[in-house]
């Protein structure tokens, strides 16, 4: 069955970096676009970031263009999120998925930008 674990998640400092991973199992990986999403307490789940199976870069949320990028290692079976500049308004449960007719979800990873 298809499995998504998010990890990388934390606690940082405004101005700070994390670098999410997403280890995907239970189907070709690179055969299939990636998303992550995040959702931020009191607040619907939203995009941040998309990724087609060839690794292009299909569209980034305006609020993170320019400090997260997507990417994917195909051999490893695993979709990243480098974050950059991490501000406070980033603050939120960050969730990979994928569509194969229905969605599928990970579990999610806090990420807490805080001083």
């Known amino acids: 069955q298809v499995q998504l674990v998010e990890s990388g998640g934390g606690l940082v400092q405004p101005g700070g970096s994390l670098r999410l991973s997403c280890a995907a199992s239970?189907?070709?990986?690179?055969?299939?676009?990636m998303s992550w999403y995040r959702q931020a307490p009191g607040k619907e789940r939203e995009v941040v970031a998309r990724?087609?199976?060839?690794?292009?870069?299909?569209n980034n949320a305006d609020s993170v263009k320019g400090r997260f990028t997507i990417s994917r290692d195909n051999a490893k079976n695993t979709l990243y999120l480098q974050m950059n500049s991490l501000q406070p308004a980033d603050t939120a449960v960050y969730y990979c998925?994928?569509?194969?007719?229905?969605?599928?979800w990970g579990q999610g990873t806090q990420v807490t930008v805080s001083s």
């Open positions: 998925c994928v569509y194969r007719g229905v969605w599928y």
């Open positions: 239970g189907f070709s990986f690179s055969n299939y676009g």
């Open positions: 990724l087609s199976s060839a690794g292009g870069n299909l």
